[in-house]
C-alpha cells in the first residue's frame, strides 16, 4: 500500500464530467489499496471569472477581500468531486485549506505556507476515507483566508506530500509533462523524462505554464520528488528530482517564454549610495515581484534603473515608486509589449558557448534584445512581443532539441 497525493488542475475539473473522471481515476487507485489525498483546483475558468467580477464592482480590490472571493473556486471543486466519489461508492471528505492544517503568513494573495498540521489528515486516512483539499488557499495566524497565489494548488500539493510523508505526489494537468519549449508555440517541442529541480524552477519562473515556481522550490528544499502527467491519459509523465551526474550531459533542456512581463523604466534618479535601495524598498514594501534588473553607469549625478515586473502588478509598481522616485527627482515609465525567453539546463555548469550561440541566433534573426539576465544554468534576455515564439522556435532549433 502506497500513500499517494494527487493534483488536479483546473482543466481535469473544468465540468461535471470531467469531476466523474477524476473520480473514477481515484476510485481505481485507491482500489488498489492505496491511501489518496487529493488537491485540486477551480474549475478552467472559475478564477478569472471572479476576478472580473471583483474588478466590475471596483477597480482596485483590496487584496484580503480577493481572497475571501478567490477561495470560493476551490470549494466548489472539492464538495463536487467528494459527492462525485460517493456516487460511485468511495468514501471521501472535503477539506477547505484551514481544515487540512495549512497555516500561512500574513501576506493576502501571494501567501507563503509556514506550517501544517497534519493530524485531522491522518486521522481522516486512518478511517480509510480518500481527502479532497482545496489547492491554493490557508488561513493565516488572524484566522483570515489567504491565497498562494496563481498555480498556488501545485504548492499545496507538494506541501502536504511533505506532511504526511507520502510515498508518491502527482500533478496532473491537460499536457502529458514538462516539454522542451511549449508544444503550441514550437511544434517540434518533446516531453522530457525527467528533469532536475533547478532546471524545472527556472523553466517554472522563465514562463512555463506547468508548474507554478514556489512549488519547485518547495519540493527541491524538502526532496519531494513528484510527477507531472495528464489526466487525459494513463502516459507515463515527466519525473522531477534532485539533479544526477547524467543531466548534465544535456547543454540545454528546454525554452520557456514568458509574455506576461512588463518593463520598468526609472529614469534619471539622484546617482548617490541608497538611490536603488529606496526604490526597490519601496517595491518590496508593495509586495511587487521584481526580476531581471539593469542599472547604466551614473552620469552627469544621474542614473536609470530598468527592471522587469509582472504584468498584474505594473499599477502596484507605479504607485508604490511615483513618490520615491519625485524625491529622487526622476521618471517612471511602463513598457508591456515584451517578453522573456530563457534556455535553461544544468550542462551549462560545465560547458561553454549557449550565450554566443543565442545572442548570434537572434541577431540572424534582427531580434533586439533589451535587456540579459544569467544564473548557472539559465540565460534570459527581453525582447519584442511580437518576436517571441520566433526567437523560441529558433533557439529550441539552435540548441538541438528538435532533434
Same mark, same amino acid.
Given at each position: 500500500?502506497?500513500?499517494?497525493?494527487?493534483?488536479?488542475?483546473?482543466?481535469?475539473?473544468?465540468?461535471?464530467?470531467?469531476?466523474?473522471?477524476?473520480?473514477?481515476?481515484?476510485?481505481?487507485?485507491?482500489?488498489?489499496?492505496?491511501?489518496?489525498?487529493?488537491?485540486?483546483?477551480?474549475?478552467?475558468?472559475?478564477?478569472?471569472?471572479?476576478?472580473?467580477?471583483?474588478?466590475?464592482?471596483?477597480?482596485? /480590490?483590496?487584496?484580503?477581500?480577493?481572497?475571501?472571493?478567490?477561495?470560493?473556486?476551490?470549494?466548489?471543486?472539492?464538495?463536487?468531486?467528494?459527492?462525485?466519489?460517493?456516487?460511485?461508492?468511495?468514501?471521501?471528505?472535503?477539506?477547505?485549506?484551514?481544515?487540512?492544517?495549512?497555516?500561512?503568513?500574513?501576506?493576502?494573495?501571494?501567501?507563503?505556507?509556514?506550517?501544517?498540521?497534519?493530524?485531522?489528515?491522518?486521522?481522516?486516512?486512518?478511517?480509510?476515507?480518500?481527502?479532497? @483539499?482545496?489547492?491554493?488557499?490557508?488561513?493565516?495566524?488572524?484566522?483570515?483566508?489567504?491565497?498562494?497565489?496563481?498555480?498556488?494548488?501545485? !504548492?499545496?500539493?507538494?506541501? !502536504?506530500?511533505?506532511?504526511?510523508?507520502?510515498?508518491?505526489?502527482?500533478?496532473?494537468?491537460?499536457?502529458?509533462?514538462?516539454?522542451?519549449?511549449?508544444?503550441?508555440?514550437?511544434?517540434?517541442?518533446?516531453?522530457?523524462?525527467?528533469?532536475?529541480?533547478?532546471?524545472?524552477?527556472? %523553466?517554472?519562473?522563465?514562463?512555463?505554464?506547468?508548474?507554478?515556481?514556489?512549488?519547485?522550490?518547495?519540493?527541491?528544499?524538502?526532496?519531494?520528488?513528484?510527477?507531472?502527467?495528464?489526466?487525459?491519459?494513463?502516459?507515463?509523465?515527466?519525473? @522531477?528530482?534532485?539533479?544526477?551526474?547524467?543531466?548534465?550531459?544535456?547543454?540545454?533542456?528546454?525554452?520557456?517564454?514568458?509574455?506576461?512581463?512588463?518593463?520598468?523604466?526609472?529614469?534619471?534618479?539622484?546617482?548617490? /549610495?541608497?538611490?536603488?535601495?529606496?526604490?526597490?524598498?519601496?517595491?518590496?514594501?508593495?509586495?511587487?515581484?521584481?526580476?531581471?534588473?539593469?542599472?547604466?553607469?551614473?552620469?552627469?549625478?544621474?542614473?536609470?534603473?530598468?527592471?522587469?515586473? /509582472?504584468?498584474?502588478?505594473?499599477?502596484?509598481?507605479?504607485?508604490?515608486?511615483?513618490?520615491?522616485?519625485?524625491?529622487?527627482?526622476?521618471?517612471?515609465?511602463?513598457?508591456?509589449?515584451?517578453?522573456? %525567453?530563457?534556455?535553461?539546463?544544468?550542462?551549462?555548469?560545465?560547458?561553454?558557448?549557449?550565450?554566443?550561440?543565442?545572442?548570434?541566433? !537572434?541577431?540572424?534573426?534582427?531580434?533586439?534584445?533589451?535587456?540579459?539576465?544569467?544564473?548557472?544554468?539559465?540565460?534570459?534576455?527581453?525582447?519584442? !512581443?511580437?518576436?517571441?515564439?520566433?526567437?523560441?522556435? %529558433?533557439?529550441?532549433?539552435?540548441?538541438?532539441?528538435?532533434?
Amino acid at each position: 500500500m502506497a500513500r499517494i497525493v494527487q493534483k488536479y488542475g483546473g482543466t481535469s475539473v473544468g465540468d461535471v464530467e470531467r469531476i466523474k473522471k477524476v473520480a473514477e481515476r481515484i476510485k481505481a487507485i485507491r482500489a488498489e489499496g492505496n491511501e489518496l489525498v487529493v488537491v485540486v483546483s477551480a474549475r478552467a475558468g472559475v478564477t478569472n471569472e471572479l476576478i472580473a467580477r471583483a474588478k466590475a464592482v471596483c477597480d482596485l /480590490p483590496s487584496d484580503r477581500e480577493l481572497d475571501q472571493l478567490l477561495a470560493i473556486g476551490e470549494q466548489e471543486t472539492i464538495a463536487l468531486t467528494a459527492m462525485a466519489l460517493h456516487g460511485i461508492g468511495v468514501p471521501a471528505i472535503s477539506y477547505t485549506g484551514a481544515q487540512a492544517g495549512i497555516t500561512t503568513d500574513t501576506v493576502h494573495t501571494k501567501a507563503k505556507i509556514k506550517d501544517i498540521d497534519a493530524s485531522a489528515l491522518e486521522k481522516d486516512l486512518s478511517a480509510g476515507n480518500v481527502i479532497i @483539499v482545496a489547492g491554493f488557499q490557508g488561513v493565516n495566524d488572524e484566522g483570515q483566508t489567504t491565497t498562494l497565489g496563481r498555480g498556488g494548488s501545485d !504548492l499545496t500539493a507538494i506541501a !502536504l506530500a511533505a506532511a504526511i510523508k507520502a510515498d508518491k505526489c502527482e500533478i496532473y494537468t491537460d499536457v502529458d509533462g514538462v516539454y522542451t519549449a511549449d508544444p503550441r508555440v514550437v511544434k517540434t517541442a518533446r516531453k522530457i523524462e525527467e528533469i532536475s529541480y533547478d532546471e524545472m524552477l527556472e %523553466l517554472a519562473s522563465s514562463g512555463s505554464k506547468v508548474m507554478q515556481s514556489r512549488s519547485v522550490e518547495f519540493a527541491a528544499k524538502y526532496n519531494v520528488v513528484f510527477e507531472v502527467r495528464s489526466s487525459f491519459n494513463h502516459n507515463p509523465g515527466t519525473i @522531477v528530482k534532485a539533479e544526477v551526474a547524467s543531466m548534465e550531459k544535456v547543454l540545454v533542456r528546454g525554452v520557456a517564454v514568458d509574455k506576461d512581463q512588463a518593463k520598468v523604466v526609472v529614469s534619471n534618479i539622484t546617482d548617490k /549610495p541608497g538611490s536603488a535601495a529606496r526604490v526597490f524598498r519601496a517595491l518590496a514594501d508593495a509586495y511587487v515581484n521584481v526580476d531581471m534588473i539593469v542599472q547604466n553607469i551614473g552620469r552627469a549625478g544621474v542614473a536609470n534603473l530598468t527592471f522587469t515586473v /509582472p504584468q498584474t502588478e505594473t499599477q502596484k509598481a507605479v504607485r508604490a515608486l511615483e513618490p520615491i522616485v519625485k524625491d529622487l527627482g526622476g521618471t517612471v515609465s511602463i513598457y508591456e509589449q515584451v517578453a522573456k %525567453l530563457a534556455v535553461v539546463g544544468v550542462g551549462m555548469r560545465t560547458h561553454s558557448g549557449v550565450a554566443a550561440t543565442l545572442f548570434q541566433t !537572434l541577431a540572424d534573426a534582427g531580434i533586439n534584445i533589451q535587456l540579459i539576465s544569467t544564473s548557472e544554468i539559465k540565460i534570459a534576455v527581453v525582447i519584442a !512581443l511580437d518576436k517571441a515564439d520566433e526567437a523560441a522556435r %529558433l533557439a529550441h532549433k539552435a540548441f538541438g532539441l528538435d532533434a
